[in-house]
């Protein structure tokens, strides 16, 4: 559930400011909102150094023995990253030098400078690289000399007395010669391994990198804030959000401090922050919306345990396999043992919930490691497609009229509400509608009743109006935007079933690939394996991005869309102190 919040308004004087400041971030409860812009080339300083430390910790590699620094870590950011743009100017330039000796080694070792030494005496010679063939085309007063052949190449040296175009590509001399060249490569090499080991001795350093830019975030933070309260003559007032239980601690702490508070209810035109709290075990969805990045406005809808329940339906039905389930349920058990010294254990938890819901449906219609004869179905019902998809279309009308159930009571004693009950005969209507154009099932006689009664209700009590005919029209214009769009939205759940087939087709595919090669050798039964091992491995993989892109979708777009969420909430984050 979404915790409410007041909206609480500190005054103090503006040379108690810091002061004030430290307290409150030793309370940790107030999410601040600024009055000012907060600018100032301080801030602007500890930015661009958060961001050289974060730059300097991905360069260090990871070791176990770890060091303290004691105040001279922007020295060694400094000295990383003066290293770091060494290094990459030094694989730079071997490069370049390796790509000079793989073009010159052949010609052997000489000295360009000699060659252009020679123009002083008037003598030219170039370099080139010819066909047989073209030793006629030689001008007058140029000897050919022949060095070596290389496949039908010649390589030569053009020499003549004045400067002369031949009619032939010849070749830029290196700026050193071939010796040079080589005793540059170990150089450079010599010097990318001393930074190489440098980096090593200096990864000691890495974690106090990272209480660093931990201290810089808090510093940002605090002159942030500092910049961005509110000023009249000699005094400075903060403002902010703090949830309703916590309020009392702020009030106390002025009343000790002697600041000036008023502490009110958010009006309808401010947006306080969302601060989500749900029981331990509706909590273990967090890491799904951590991994999509949204949260639900102020004066939204907390979906967390409807979006549990179903997205473990979703995981269930588009996985589709009992095998992939056991699969993805040791695979829980494994990184929760890798990772065992997380606090938060909440997305191994949702691991073993989503993947029991696909252990349940394979189970349920005989799918392990796709579908086997010798493995029978639990639920014969759920072995037939047809029923599949009318389980889909019922799954739909059924989550989307939980979203207008909802909203139905939140606008209650309105009228609007009657608009939202009309909605959910539209979709029981087109619930119907759907079995009978995609599964050619009977379309029941009260069907188009439902579908009456709800788009009466939708066109009178969208928009209620003392003038009957008004409130037709306005309504009539939402009815016609969204009855298409509820259909539309019912069919879309037969994704479900789409998805969940394609994974068992895959999968049995791979599986008489593997049957058709046999075990008559050991080289075929190795070769089986693989198939085997690399298509499942695969069909796995394409479960994960299955379910962030369906069963996700179902939730966030349409489920929401019928909800009116717009996810536009802003994640409370109170001004704390950073451990």
């Keep these: 559930m979404i915790v409410k919040m007041k909206k609480i308004i500190l005054v103090m004087q503006s040379k108690d400011l810091s002061v004030t400041l430290e307290h409150l971030r030793n309370l940790g409860l107030l999410h601040v909102e600024h009055e000012n812009l907060p600018l100032g080339e301080n801030i602007a300083k500890m930015k661009e150094d958060r961001l050289r430390a974060i730059e300097a910790m991905e360069i260090l590699p990871d070791i176990e023995n770890q060091k303290s620094l004691n105040g001279c870590e922007g020295d060694i950011v400094a000295r990383i990253l003066d290293l770091m743009d060494e290094n990459e100017t030094l694989i730079e330039k071997l490069y370049m030098v390796k ?43 140029v000897i050919l000399e022949e060095l070596f052949r290389k496949k039908n190449i010649i390589y030569c040296a053009a020499i003549s007395e004045k400067e002369i175009t031949l009619p032939f590509e010849t070749l830029t001399l290196p700026e050193m010669s071939l010796k040079q060249m080589i005793a540059e490569e170990k ?57 309703i239980d916590k309020a ?18 958010p009006d309808e035109n401010e947006m306080p922050p969302t601060l989500i709290r749900n029981p331990k075990w ?6 799904m919306f951590n991994i999509i990045n949204t949260i639900p406005g102020y004066r939204e809808i907390d979906i967390s345990p409807h979006f549990l329940i179903f997205f473990s339906i979703f995981f269930g039905m588009l996985i589709g396999d009992a095998g992939y389930g056991l699969v993805y349920f040791i695979a829980g058990l494994a990184m929760q043992r890798r990772f065992k010294q997380l606090k938060d254990k909440s997305v191994f938890f949702l691991t073993y919930v989503l993947s029991s819901c696909a252990i349940i449906w394979g189970v349920m219609t005989g799918v392990f490691f796709g579908p086997h004869v010798w493995l029978k179905p639990m639920a014969p019902y759920f072995a037939d ?94 009815f016609l935007l969204k009855v298409v769009n509820s259909f539309a939205d019912i069919v879309s759940y037969i994704r479900l079933f789409a998805v969940g087939l394609a994974g068992v087709a895959i999968a049995d595919a791979f599986n008489q690939i593997a049957g058709s090669i046999g075990v008559s050798s050991i080289l075929n039964i190795l070769l089986s394996a693989f198939v085997l091992f690399a298509g499942h491995t695969l069909n796995l993989a394409m479960g994960i991005l299955a379910i962030l892109v369906h069963g996700v979708r179902l939730n966030v777009l349409e489920f929401s869309g019928h909800l009116d969420m717009e996810w536009s909430g802003v994640k409370y984050s109170p001004f704390k102190n950073i451990k």
Excluded at 217 to 236: C, P, Q, V, Y
Excluded at 248 to 265: N, P, Q, T, Y
Excluded at 282 to 287: L, Y
């Design 99 to 141: 790509r000079e000796i793989n073009t010159w080694e052949e010609w052997g070792d000489f000295d360009p400078r000699i060659i252009e030494r020679m123009k002083d005496n008037k003598v030219w010679v170039k370099l080139c690289k010819i066909a047989p063939q073209k030793k006629k085309n030689i001008p007058e007063g």
């Design 248 to 265: 009392g601690v702020i009030e106390k702490a002025a009343s000790l401090e002697k600041w000036a508070i008023l502490v009110r209810d």
């Design 282 to 287: 509706v909590r273990i969805i967090e890491p």
């Design 385 to 478: 497609n047809t029923n599949v998809q009318a389980f889909c279309f019922l799954i739909g009308a059924i989550q989307l009229s939980i979203a207008h159930i909802w909203k139905i009571l939140r606008k209650i004693p309105s009228l609007k509400a009657l608009s939202d009950v009309g909605w959910i005969c539209i979709l029981w209507s087109v619930y119907f509608l759907a079995k009978t154009l995609i599964l050619s099932i009977e379309f029941p006689s009260f069907g188009k009743w439902i579908f009456i009664a709800g788009s009466a209700f939708v066109i009178l009590f969208t928009k209620p109006v003392k003038n009957i005919f008004v409130g037709i029209g306005t309504g009539l214009g939402d």
């Design 187 to 243: 150089r450079y090499e010599l010097r990318i391994k001393e930074i190489e080991k440098m980096f090593l001795e200096m990864a000691v350093y890495k974690n106090a990198l990272g209480q660093y830019e931990k201290y810089l975030d808090s510093a940002i933070e605090f002159n942030e804030i500092t910049e961005g309260a509110g000023r009249f003559e000699k005094l400075s007032y903060i403002k902010g959000y703090c949830p």
